[in-house]
Nanobody, 122 residues
Framework: QVQLVESGGGLVESGGSLRLSCAASGRTLSRYGMAWFRQAPGKEHEFVATISWSGGSIDYADSVKGRFTISRLNAKNTVYLQMNSLKSEDTAVYYC???????????????RGQGTQVTVSS
């Protein structure tokens, strides 16, 4: 069993930056592909970014390419999402998810955290 806890959300002005963290306990994250998703009010869950267990494969949603960066530090059992040039449309609850030995996707993961709220004021 893996427990995932997101942190780092908050209120930021448009154009600002935030760094989200996803800390894992229970098992080492080094065997898991990790992803970030988000859900805006009244909308479906949306894929944001994914990173393979080795860090060698990374992908982003078109809406965040060039602004967000996903990274991982297996020694700290933590995955990060650096978010720059934030826009009001980035406002959402952000979740991290884990997939053992695979790439976590919106519809394929083993564990997911409870989420952290990001609010971008315009």
């Amino acid at each position: 069993q893996v427990q995932l806890v997101e942190s780092g959300g908050g209120l930021v002005e448009s154009g600002g930056s935030l760094r989200l963290s996803c800390a894992a306990s229970g098992r080492t994250l080094s065997r898991y592909g990790m992803a970030w998703f988000r859900q805006a009010p009244g909308k479906e869950h949306e894929f944001v970014a994914t990173i393979s267990w080795s860090g060698g494969s990374i992908d982003y949603a078109d809406s965040v390419k060039g602004r967000f960066t996903i990274s991982r530090l297996n020694a700290k059992n933590t995955v990060y999402l650096q978010m720059n040039s934030l826009k009001s449309e980035d406002t959402a609850v952000y979740y991290c998810a884990a997939k053992r030995w695979g790439l976590a996707t919106l519809n394929d993961y083993d564990y997911r955290g409870q989420g952290t709220q990001v609010t971008v004021s315009s």
